[in-house]
T-cell receptor, first 116, second 109 residues
Framework: NAGVTQTPKFQVLKTGQSMTLQCAQDMNHEYMSWYRQDPGMGLRLIHYSVGAGITDQGEVPNGYNVSRSTTEDFPLRLLSAAPSQTSVYFC???????????????FGEGSRLTVL | RKEVEQDPGPFNVPEGATVAFNCTYS??????FFWYRQDCRKEPKLLMSVYSSGNEDGRFTAQLNRASQYISLLIRDSKLSDSATYLCVVNGNFNKFYFGSGTKLNVKP
């Protein structure tokens, strides 16, 4: 059982380049989300989705786009990378998209991004 | 103000010690609460959910005080393997999870 799979695990970009971080889950979870983790800041929510075709912004959405065309996949796009986007990115899914019932978050192993 | 605030640590304790972590949250409408554990350079993993009545899982006890908007985690008989960062997590507003910045625990022989 693969759980939540993120690719790539490491990436170095130059300022202004674009890229997509991939996230896939095989648990049939409705809820998927992206976080970034910076030293001393904890995890901050970028975007989330409660089901295919539905996405919404989190705390720090600027500079990122998402889409959810299938239940399994939730890619995160960096439109024009900036050094401030250097971070560790985690994708997480959960088994319910309904308010009050979203439970345990299952995380991918993370993607370490450096923007020069 | 941050949605979730935690003691930053680090907490340095000997094996066998009892250690307690605290966390406060700002949104009184928050519905669910969790403690996650994160090992160095790894993904967070669920340690335990926190229920209004308090709950225990082996050496770990979690408490929730809704009136004070306060969550705690107690670890008894600390093991070397408990060394990690402990994250307080609150589901504050319709599927938005808010994470504290974490409390680092170092258990020493």
């Amino acid at each position: 059982n693969a759980g939540v799979t993120q690719t790539p695990k490491f990436q170095v970009l130059k300022t202004g380049q674009s890229m997509t971080l991939q996230c896939a889950q095989d648990m049939n979870h409705e809820y998927m989300s992206w976080y970034r983790q910076d030293p001393g800041m904890g995890l901050r929510l970028i975007h989330y989705s409660v089901g295919a075709g539905i996405t919404d912004q989190g705390e720090v959405p600027n500079g990122y786009n998402v889409s959810r065309s299938t239940t399994e996949d939730f890619p995160l796009r960096l439109l024009s990378a900036a050094p401030s986007q250097t971070s560790v990115y985690f994708c997480a899914s959960s088994y319910s998209g309904q308010a009050l019932q979203v439970g345990e978050l299952f995380f991918g192993e993370g993607s370490r991004l450096t923007v020069l | 103000r941050k949605e979730v605030e935690q003691d930053p640590g680090p907490f340095n304790v000997p094996e066998g010690a009892t250690v307690a972590f605290n966390c406060t949250y700002s949104n009184s409408a928050s519905q669910s609460f969790f403690w996650y554990r994160q090992d160095c350079r790894k993904e967070p993993k669920l340690l335990m959910s926190v229920y209004s009545s308090g709950n225990e899982d082996g050496r770990f006890t979690a408490q929730l005080n809704r009136a004070s908007q306060y969550i705690s985690l107690l670890i008894r008989d600390s093991k070397l393997s408990d060394s990690a960062t402990y994250l307080c997590v609150v589901n504050g507003n319709f599927n938005k999870f808010y994470f504290g910045s974490g409390t680092k625990l170092n258990v020493k022989p």
